[in-house]
């Protein structure tokens, strides 16, 4: 996650972080609106770098454009920009959790983290003044949702029941939901107490 204004410093700063995630490899595939600057980052990060060797064709990426009449949505466009119909196609049969080009889980946590964080959400006198509270609040929201918030579409059934799951439960990040008390004393290393 990156706070701030969509540009092409922040989309570069955001990806740089998934390529070291990644430990360099490509992503499978990546879906994001027509704002250039993806592809321009995306290109420069995994296919310029990459020369003639195999790396340079693993690199997928498409995007969506929503065209809208009177605020609403009535045709949705899909280009693949990066890789082929038939790479895309294979890396979203490779998917879990989707089997079309779309934005959907990234509109969905832009959606979330507006309802759980009253500075963000639109039309308000709730804005943020100082932006250092701001990205704070932001990082709360959005780690407070991953290790303490239940999400019923992700739960699961063990044993004869259904198990309440967090996204970081999904992600194979925590084995059970944090309590809010437990997430905030969680001792961070380099923090003195």
Same mark, same amino acid.
């Given at each position: 996650?990156?706070?701030?204004?969509?540009?092409?410093?922040? *989309?570069?700063?955001?990806?740089?972080?998934?390529?070291?995630?990644?430990?360099?490899?490509?992503?499978?595939?990546?879906?994001?609106?027509?704002?250039?600057?993806?592809?321009?980052?995306?290109?420069?990060?995994?296919?310029?770098? &990459?020369?003639?060797?195999?790396?340079?064709?693993?690199?997928?990426?498409?995007?969506?454009?929503?065209?809208?009449?009177?605020? +609403?949505?009535?045709?949705?466009?899909?280009?693949?920009?990066?890789?082929?119909?038939? &790479?895309?196609?294979?890396?979203?049969?490779?998917?879990?959790?989707?089997?079309?080009?779309? /934005?959907?889980?990234?509109? !969905?946590?832009?959606?979330?983290?507006?309802?759980?964080?009253?500075?963000?959400?639109?039309?308000?006198? +709730?804005?943020?003044?100082?932006?250092? *509270?701001? !990205?704070?609040?932001?990082?709360?929201?959005?780690?407070?949702?991953?290790?303490?918030?239940?999400?019923?579409?992700?739960?699961?059934? +063990?044993?004869?029941?259904?198990?309440?799951? /967090?996204?970081?439960?999904?992600?194979?990040?925590?084995?059970?939901?944090?309590?809010?008390?437990?997430?905030? &004393?969680?001792?961070?290393?380099?923090?003195?107490?």
């Amino acid at each position: 996650m990156v706070c701030g204004k969509r540009s092409a410093t922040q *989309i570069l700063r955001l990806m740089r972080r998934v390529k070291k995630q990644l430990r360099d490899r490509p992503p499978r595939l990546v879906t994001s609106d027509e704002f250039a600057s993806y592809a321009t980052v995306l290109d420069l990060l995994w296919r310029r770098r &990459s020369g003639p060797s195999k790396r340079a064709g693993r690199l997928n990426y498409a995007t969506v454009c929503k065209r809208r009449e009177n605020g +609403r949505v009535v045709e949705v466009q899909t280009r693949v920009v990066f890789g082929t119909e038939a &790479s895309v196609a294979r890396a979203l049969r490779q998917s879990s959790v989707s089997n079309a080009i779309n /934005t959907s889980f990234l509109e !969905r946590h832009n959606g979330t983290d507006r309802h759980r964080n009253s500075r963000k959400a639109r039309r308000t006198y +709730r804005f943020s003044k100082d932006w250092d *509270i701001h !990205r704070e609040v932001t990082y709360f929201s959005y780690y407070t949702y991953n290790f303490c918030w239940c999400v019923r579409t992700l739960r699961r059934w +063990r044993q004869g029941r259904w198990r309440r799951c /967090t996204p970081a439960m999904s992600a194979g990040l925590a084995d059970h939901p944090w309590s809010l008390r437990e997430w905030l &004393s969680y001792p961070v290393i380099g923090l003195s107490t």
